[in-house]
């Protein structure tokens, strides 16, 4: 999954030729084929624009390729792929992203990479997270509105663990005291329950240890989210959920949650009903930003604080100006950037050094702590690619 830090890292990048493409992809079957196809057709697309237009010489630029060219023989890579790949490439690096969200068929060589494509998934209108849990097994998952990815994080291996853990004590219970464990807390800050606490008693005894071991998944869950803040949806069945939600309570766990095991259930329809859930909340908060611009526009006392000139937008946004920006679909604005003049001029046509003045608006927006709601064009002024709310 894409996230801020990516985009932060990308934009840090300034080593031209900076070379990004992206492309759908296909998630299974026999079209994988057609995926190596388009990327090896990119590639030469890529090739063609560093020897035209960047001076390369073509052994030169076939070298440049070659970490993307490695990717066309690797099975394995095709065979776990998400709807959309973005693959940028620079000298020393070469950053990919399997992405839940089907991209365009496009390239671009320039001194930074574009990064307009993947902006949809950091708009504020679309992260939140997935946790779900059985006793077999818990998973946390990043999500947008367009798909999920699961998140690299070292959560418990189910109530098993536990048990293993308490039948380890049990066996060493009367042992010397230096082979006594006691209640260790070095798995997550949770103290293991012992056996001989609950007698002969195994529904109290299971209880127990689910208890135990949910604490650890929240544990971990919390210590993973410190720094995200949208919404997470618990997907469990009842007893579960009640745990969750009375023992433990992540921070950011929204109180209506999916009841259901999700291990039944397909990555897709993990996705579809969380997104049920959460979906409610990004309308409103969209409105609420969409009301909220049309009410200062509207007054004569607060309109300055509002604009729709993207021009004026990306250099309120390189300021740190733009508390909420409003964007149009996949509306371009070409122009340029004068630092010495500290104004952006807007053009009709893409030309030589010319950016995408709404991604730049965007991308700024989104580094300094702004929202960005990706909106209908009907919905803005007659005209507008952006609506920004000022900060000051």
């Known amino acids: 999954m894409f996230k801020k830090d990516d985009l932060e890292r990308l934009l840090a990048v300034d080593a031209a030729p900076a070379v990004s493409i992206f492309m759908p992809t296909h998630i299974a079957g026999r079209e994988i084929r057609q995926d190596v196809i388009r990327l090896r057709n990119l590639m030469a697309k890529v090739q063609d624009q560093l020897v035209e237009k960047h001076g390369m010489r073509r052994p030169d630029a076939e070298t440049f390729m070659k970490p993307v060219a490695a990717l066309l023989d690797q099975g394995e890579f095709w065979?776990?792929?998400?709807?959309?790949?973005?693959?940028?490439?620079?000298?020393?690096?070469?950053?990919?992203?399997?992405v839940p969200m089907e991209l365009p068929e496009e390239v671009t060589v320039n001194s930074r990479f574009t990064l307009r494509p993947l902006l949809p998934l950091l708009a504020g209108d679309g992260n939140f997270m997935i946790l779900t849990i059985t006793a077999g097994r818990a998973r946390l998952f990043s999500a947008t509105r367009h798909g999920l990815a699961e998140e690299d994080v070292d959560l418990p291996h189910g109530v098993a663990e536990i048990h293993a853990e308490t039948d380890y004590d049990e066996n060493n219970l009367h042992s010397a005291p230096p082979a006594r464990h006691g209640d260790r807390t070095d798995r997550g800050g949770v103290s293991m329950v012992k056996t001989h606490n609950f007698g002969e008693d195994p529904e109290e005894l299971r209880k127990a240890h689910l208890i135990s071991y949910i604490g650890r998944v929240c544990a971990r869950v919390q210590d993973h989210l410190k720094v995200f803040h949208g919404p997470l949806v618990l997907i469990?069945?009842?007893?579960?959920?009640g745990h969750v939600r009375k023992d433990t309570h992540p921070r950011a766990l929204i109180e209506q949650g999916v009841f259901a095991n999700p291990d039944a259930l397909e990555p897709e329809e993990?996705?579809?009903?969380?997104?049920?859930?959460?979906?409610p909340m990004f309308e409103q908060a969209r409105r609420a930003a969409l009301e909220h611009f049309n009410a200062l526009a509207g007054d004569r006392t607060t309109a300055e604080r509002t604009t729709t000139r993207t021009d004026e937008v990306m250099v309120a946004a390189r300021e740190g100006r733009v508390g909420v920006l409003l964007v149009a679909g996949n509306d371009k604005?070409?122009?340029h950037y004068r630092e010495d003049y500290h104004r952006a001029f807007p053009h009709h046509r893409p030309t030589d050094g010319s950016?995408?003045?709404?991604?730049?608006?965007?991308?700024?927006?989104l580094m300094r702590g702004g929202e960005?709601?990706?909106v209908d064009k009907g919905d803005l002024p007659s005209g507008a690619s952006t609506a920004a709310i000022l900060r000051f």
């Open 236 to 241: 469990a069945e009842s007893e579960i959920q």
């Open 355 to 365: 950016i995408d003045l709404v991604e730049h608006a965007t991308t700024e927006t």
């Open 79 to 98: 065979r776990h792929q998400d709807k959309g790949l973005a693959i940028f490439l620079a000298k020393g690096m070469c950053q990919i992203y399997r």
């Open 333 to 335: 604005v070409w122009g």
């Open 270 to 279: 993990l996705h579809r009903r969380a997104y049920e859930v959460v979906k």
């Open 372 to 374: 960005v709601h990706v």
